[in-house]
C-alpha cells in the first residue's frame, strides 16, 4: 500500500515511521530526511536593454519553488509593481513580457504583462487573490496597517501620497532610466526603517535598462509625380525612387527611417 505524506510546514529533520499491523504482530519501520528548501532564481540576462515604449520579454528559472513573487522597480526610479509568478507549464521557469508603454497605466492588464504558458498577476491590475497575497510588513515584522495592502506600501515608500491610488505613480510612461527586477522566495515585503523598500527572501536579480527612444538613419528618396494617397504597392514604388535630398515639385518624397 503507497501512501503520501505531505511535509508542508514540517521542521528540517530526521523522522521515523513506525508501521503496525492491528491484527497481527508484523510490524516495520521506515526513516525519511526532510530538509530545508533552496529556492534559487536567476534570470536569462543580467541586464534586459529595450527602447523604452517597446515590449520587453523576461525569463526566469526557479529551483525548489513553482512560484516566486517579484518586485518590478523601486522607490529610486520612480516606480513600484509587485507580480506573482507562477510556472504553468513545468518547465522549471516562467516567461512574461512587459508593456514599457503601457505600464503603470490604468488600461486592462492584458496589454502591460502577459505570458502565453505561465502565471503572471499584478498587485495594480489585479489585486492578488488570498493564496498569492503579500505580507506588508515593517522591519520589527508587524504589518504595515490594518489594511496592510499595496497602497499603504508605496506610501511608506514614498512612491504616493496618503490617499492615492498605485496609478498615481506616473505621470507619463516609464522614462529611460534603470529598474530593478529582483525575485522574493517568499510573499514578505518589509519597509525599513529608512523609509525603503526590502525583500525579506531576495533570491533572484536582473535590471531593465530602457534605452532612450529615437528615429535614426533617415534617408529622403523621389519618385514620379502620383499622388501619394493612391500609393497602395510599396513595391512597385520602391522600383521607382531615387535617392536625394532634393524634390522636385509635383514629385513624391518618400523618408526611410
Known sequence: REETVNFSDVDADDYEFDFDVTDTEASDTANISVGELDRQAEFGESVYSQTAGDVVEMTVELDDTDDAWIQLGSEDSGFVDILYVEDDDDDGEVTFEVNTRTVGTNVDKSVVYNSEEDIVNSEMYDGLSDDQAVDYQNEDGDDLS????????????????????????????????????????????????????ELDNEIGLT?????????????????????????????????????????????QLVIQA
Open 146 to 197: 490594518d489594511t496592510d495592502d499595496f497602497e499603504q506600501y508605496l506610501e511608506d515608500i514614498g512612491q504616493i501620497s496618503d490617499g492615492d491610488s498605485a496609478f498615481s505613480q506616473l505621470t507619463r510612461p516609464l522614462q529611460p532610466t534603470t529598474y530593478e527586477v529582483a525575485v522574493n522566495g517568499n510573499n514578505v515585503f518589509v519597509v525599513n526603517d529608512d523609509d525603503d523598500s
Open 207 to 251: 535590471t531593465l535598462d530602457l534605452t532612450q527612444p529615437g528615429v535614426e538613419n533617415v534617408q529622403t528618396w523621389t519618385a514620379p509625380n502620383n499622388p501619394a494617397d493612391e500609393t497602395t504597392n510599396t513595391t512597385e514604388l520602391l522600383d521607382t525612387v531615387t535617392q536625394s535630398s532634393d524634390i522636385a515639385l509635383d514629385d
